[in-house]
């Protein structure tokens, strides 16, 4: 069923189908508002959130409309994951519905007693989110966080999963952006020696909260996005559906609410259905929050790729690709956001450890 699914959104794709009869691969799925940092690069700091949970209501509603066909939930969004009292009752009724499931998480929470809860729990990949190789670089894009006890809270998760030979995805991320930029190796250097760990990735800034002037060209309109076609879409914690997690950062209208909608009349909206028919005329940029936006648009044959595979295999050859493309052995425009055309400076104390 979910092969056949991937089938007909691929078909959809390249015929530019602005009506499809299939859903999303995959969902990111906000269970909670609440979060415990601050971020200069995080929507939170222009997007007031409510400190509340989605409702049991909501989530299941999601999960048994998309069953048959969603192959994973990123239970990410604007909040911190186990600020969810509810997240582990969540993975495992995903599971319960051959739903594969992935988080972030800020790693402030990830003591040795959730580590372990964790680590028996059927949750898929983690991603360990740690913007910088320096206290003082860390310190100001995850502010409110102690560099020295997430650090080590990140450490002895990897080693715990390392010596129970758990099958869990670790993926430790950095976010490149102007303060840590030249901090890569140091952050490679360091989490390449850390048992557990599966993969290190850096992956580059696709918000305009740090660089507001960013954005498409007319020339990155030749190419449809991905997310109106395969997903993923973007649930709020209230039930609010979006096409992408952009459009709501960006003060798009929702599509519907799952509270009074079913997906599937979501999915095939007449906004969303506008949407697809401008992209796949190559006029992308008339959709307003289109046009703001700075995340990467693939090229088609990753697309293409992106729905040949199960959401599984995409998962683990998305770093490969990205560091082909990092490294230039495949173009890249292919996979890289929109070119800075302006951002936000880092202090000076941050900026003055990138001079060397």
Not at 88 to 102: A, G, P, Q, V
Request: hydrophobic residues 35%.
């Amino acid at each position: 069923m979910k092969a056949w699914n991937r089938a007909k959104l691929l078909w959809g794709y390249i015929a530019r189908r602005s009506r499809l009869n299939a859903l999303p691969v995959e969902y990111i799925v906000e269970t909670t508002a609440k979060c415990n940092l601050y971020c200069p690069m995080c929507p939170r700091e222009t997007h007031k959130q409510p400190k509340a949970d989605m409702s049991t209501t909501v989530f299941e509603r999601l999960v048994r409309e998309a069953g048959n066909t969603a192959e994973h939930m990123m239970l990410i969004g604007l909040g911190e994951p186990f600020m969810d009292p509810r997240i582990f009752e969540r993975i495992e009724f995903c599971h319960r519905h051959s739903i594969s499931t992935l988080l972030s998480t800020n790693g402030t929470f990830l003591d040795e007693k959730l580590a372990a809860r964790v680590l028996d729990s059927p949750l898929e990949q983690i991603t360990l989110s740690f913007d910088g190789a320096r206290k003082e670089t860390f310190e100001f894009y995850r502010k409110g966080a102690k560099f020295e006890k997430v650090r080590d809270n990140f450490v002895r998760f990897a080693r715990m999963k390392h010596q129970r030979r758990s099958k869990l995805q670790v993926v430790i991320q950095m976010v490149r952006m102007e303060g840590n930029a030249a901090e890569v190796s140091d952050f490679v250097s360091f989490w390449r020696t850390i048992p557990g760990i599966d993969q290190i990735r850096i992956k580059e800034d696709e918000t305009n909260l740090m660089r507001p002037e960013a954005g498409h060209s007319a020339e990155d309109w030749k190419h449809p996005c991905h997310y109106l076609w395969r997903g993923p879409m973007y649930v709020k914690q209230n039930g609010d559906v979006y096409p992408c997690c952009q459009s709501y950062m960006l003060d798009g209208a929702p599509l519907g609410n799952l509270d009074h909608e079913p997906l599937t009349q979501i999915w095939n909206s007449p906004e969303m259905e506008r949407m697809r028919r401008l992209h796949a005329a190559g006029q992308g940029g008339k959709v307003d929050v289109c046009s703001r936006c700075c995340t990467t648009i693939p090229h088609p044959a990753l697309v293409t790729g992106s729905l040949l595979f199960d959401g599984r295999t995409v998962r683990r050859l998305l770093p490969v690709i990205e560091r082909l493309a990092y490294v230039s052995k495949l173009p890249g425009k292919w996979l890289r956001p929109p070119q800075r055309n302006g951002s936000r400076a880092a202090p000076a104390s941050v900026r003055g450890m990138d001079s060397r």
